[in-house]
């Protein structure tokens, strides 16, 4: 899972990529409002960890710029303003949760899996996709009742074409996920980590969509 982090204090955003690096998120982080607004134009994130107080651009009209442009992605807001004005406000402009500084990482860490359940409206922690089964928690692949172990950015591709099955995703998107702004890609990386899936979980799991990208199909 690739996450957008937004926050101007640089030990805090230290702290906090570091401790989603440690759970295996690929993290982007800026220190101010335009950049994070600029980013949000051209990539593609799962979930954007947003600072309220942020210089350039406050992170009220980053959310709301995003939503203006019908993004969906979902939004955690770090605040150290504690007023129920500004939550009402955060969430009236489309914020999915709020976390009061200071605040402890392993609560992030369930917060930021809880508003991914609610986008891909499961109820349950884990993914079930007929006898494959992927626990976010654990960061375990279940498959024929059999524990895969997956290395990082293959687990992370893995849930992002099995939650959107059905639908194609380009090589861009794909990357993109699985890939931060300060990690050398290969050319053909991507194919390689679909190549592994392929021999771990049979070849007719993940279609080629020539010109387009890959998918999983819906399950049957």
Known sequence: MRILLV?????????????????????????????????????????????????????LEVLRNLRKRQQDTPVLILTARDSVEERVKGLDLGADDYMNKPFKIAELHARLRAIQRRQHARATPEITFGSLIIDPIAHQVTFHNEVINLPRREFSLLQKLIENHGRALSREQLNQSIYSWDEDVDSNALEVHIHNLRKKFGSELIRTIRGVGYMVEKAE
């Open 7 to 59: 926050e101007d204090d640089e030990h805090l955003g230290y702290a906090v990529k570091l401790g989603l690096q440690q759970e295996d998120y690929s993290v982007d982080w800026v220190k101010d409002g335009l950049t994070a607004d600029q980013a949000l134009k051209t990539e593609s994130f799962d979930s954007i960890v947003l600072d309220l107080g942020l210089p350039k651009m406050d992170g």
